[in-house]
């Protein structure tokens, strides 16, 4: 029998179905022409491969190089689509090596006279492997699909190594010692390939354990790695109440002297005006005024701890001589935490006067405003920045934590640079009963 559907599912179907995975895998839409250009590139690749008896050595980097160059066309990230990319790769291996042991022990204990049986065996093999990579590449899409997707690249690169390993080893494995061609002869049953098939059980158990092992691994450093920056979340949260607490404690004593000494300034300003000294006692009710003043906060956002806050950091950048303008209105039943508020408005305004500081304009400015949509609050910080630097800074932990509260209340953060203009974005979702009330109020 020809063998061109055998060929056709190793050349072109099966890497189809991994590139469509991969797709999967990336969250990005299946680009057909692609998926088709891909298996048409590999399987000629396949043949030159054959053809040319090229080194075994030289086949997977190939086959990674060529995969990985068309994931990146997808995605357009590099570390990515190299790491999911040899992780499908390894598991295809896994796949091929384990079926290819077994149909050569069956085929070895067969009988001569079932030889016309030979003629189906590879495109059996073909579609076992086709349908068993699906099934593995989706039970790793149900349970570790999150962690491919959340992870930094730096980690990423932690999975790429034990996969490539597997990969190589498994590549190796399976040409070598298994090899491509049967010998059968009609009276002695199978000739070649000779295997010790226990030993290479053996070996494809241990890289299928080796394969699971790594990415269980990796997802609980996923895990540790999300603990790490919730305990940095609860410390600067933890932080950030001590601080304020001071100062509303602060705050009571200077008005609760103040609430002590009224009936003195009462009785002195009745004497003021028994005397006919008017004027002496307008003068001291100005200077009343002033230590009221003192006692509130002069930023009025609807919410007493933000404007606790932003009074406190407001003051630090008229120090450094950064202009302010805070148009920020915050419901006042909007289900966010106080602390939550805190650590969003604390970090993006210390990135926002540490920016200023560094850079050369004469003019700095910090612009702050917030707008409720329906369900939607829009958080807006910008302020100038550096215009030689337009690229986007990496996350360190004040954004690292603004985006976790963000996804606490299932919201996005987005960064851009403009013409020496640093715009940071926070959406929040608020309740239906929120969105209901501050309706009612307007």
């Not at 001071?246 to 005397?275: P, V």
């Not at 230590?291 to 007493?304: C, E, F, K």
Request: hydrophobic share 45%.
């Amino acid at each position: 029998m020809d063998f061109w559907i055998p060929n056709i599912l190793y050349g072109m179907v099966i890497p189809m179905i991994c590139y469509i995975y991969f797709c999967r895998y990336c969250q990005t839409q299946t680009k057909w022409y692609l998926c088709l250009l891909y298996g048409v590139l590999y399987g000629v690749v396949y043949q030159l491969e054959y053809m040319t008896q090229l080194s075994k050595v030289l086949c997977l980097p190939l086959d990674m190089l060529l995969f990985a160059v068309f994931g990146y066309f997808t995605t357009k990230k590099c570390i990515k689509s190299l790491t999911i990319s040899l992780l499908i790769l390894s598991v295809y291996h896994v796949c091929y090596g384990m079926v290819y042991s077994i149909s050569y022990y069956i085929i070895e204990k067969m009988s001569a006279k079932y030889v016309l049986v030979l003629q189906y065996a590879d495109m059996v093999v073909m579609l076992t492997i086709a349908i068993l990579l699906m099934a593995i590449l989706h039970l790793i899409l149900k349970y570790f699909f999150k962690n491919l997707i959340e992870t930094d690249h730096l980690t990423l690169l932690l999975l790429l190594i034990p996969v490539f390993f597997i990969s190589l080893t498994e590549k190796l494995v399976s040409m070598h010692i298994d090899g491509n061609v049967m010998v059968w002869d009609s009276e002695k049953g199978m000739i070649s390939p000779v295997v010790q098939h226990g030993e290479v059980f053996l070996f494809h158990g241990v890289a299928s354990i080796c394969l699971l092992s790594g990415l269980l691994v990796f997802q609980k450093m996923i895990k540790a790695k999300k603990i790490e920056q919730q305990l940095e979340l609860l410390q600067q949260q933890t932080k950030i109440q001590q601080t304020y607490m001071q100062e509303i404690k602060s705050r009571y004593e200077l008005t609760r002297a103040f609430r002590h000494d009224m009936k003195n300034h009462l009785n002195i300003l009745g004497n003021l005006l028994q005397k006919n000294q008017s004027e002496n006692a307008y003068q001291y009710l100005k200077n009343l005024e002033q230590i009221s003043d003192a006692l509130t906060y002069p930023i009025h956002t609807n919410h007493v701890v933000v404007d606790a806050l932003l009074s406190s950091k407001f003051s630090v950048a008229t120090q450094k001589e950064i202009e302010i303008q805070c148009k920020l209105h915050i419901p006042k039943t909007n289900g966010i935490n106080d602390l939550d508020w805190c650590i969003l408005l604390s970090n993006a305004i210390d990135n926002a006067i540490q920016a200023n500081c560094a850079c050369k304009h004469e003019k700095k400015k910090i612009c702050i405003s917030g707008k409720q949509k329906g369900n939607f609050y829009l958080l807006c910080i910008e302020n100038t920045c550096d215009r030689e630097n337009q690229d986007i800074p990496k996350y360190g932990i004040g954004l690292s934590n603004i985006e976790m509260v963000a996804k606490k209340y299932q919201g996005t953060m987005h960064i851009d640079i403009m013409q020496g203009i640093f715009k940071l974005d926070i959406l929040l979702v608020i309740s239906q009963q929120d969105n209901h009330i501050s309706q009612q109020m307007h």
